[in-house]
């Protein structure tokens, strides 16, 4: 199983992180994420899109990850939206209860609809 990550910016503002995952969000790969995502909240990214169409596995620290990462972003007024979440992550979001705090949307075109100005 291979990891992979890709982080860019979207959006007329250029406040907005896409983030899409391959493979396994295990503990290494969430503090990297950890990391990075410091760095773009420093940089002006107040607005996430996490793109789990390719993901496999989500640890216990990834799950804390996303948790960590929207409370610093709603700091900031900002928020985080997970796309195209295969049905196997979807039913672990429901289980404990994450489909309550995050917005899923099916596409980034979705996603955008909600986090960019009119």
Do not use: W
């Amino acid at each position: 199983m291979v990891n992979n990550v890709q982080i860019k910016t979207v959006g007329t503002q250029a406040n907005i992180a896409v983030i899409q995952i391959r493979g396994a969000l295990d503990t290494p790969l969430a503090y990297d994420l950890e990391r990075k995502s410091n760095i773009l909240i420093q940089s002006g990214i107040s607005k996430c899109i996490i793109n789990l169409e390719h993901i496999e596995y989500i640890s216990s620290a990834g799950i804390e990850f996303f948790h960590g990462l929207a409370y610093k972003l709603r700091e900031n007024h900002g928020d985080v939206i997970f796309t195209q979440v295969p049905e196997k992550i979807y039913k672990l979001f429901e289980m404990i209860g994450l489909t309550a705090v995050f917005q899923i949307k099916n596409s980034l075109t979705e996603a955008m609809g909600e986090l960019e100005p009119f």
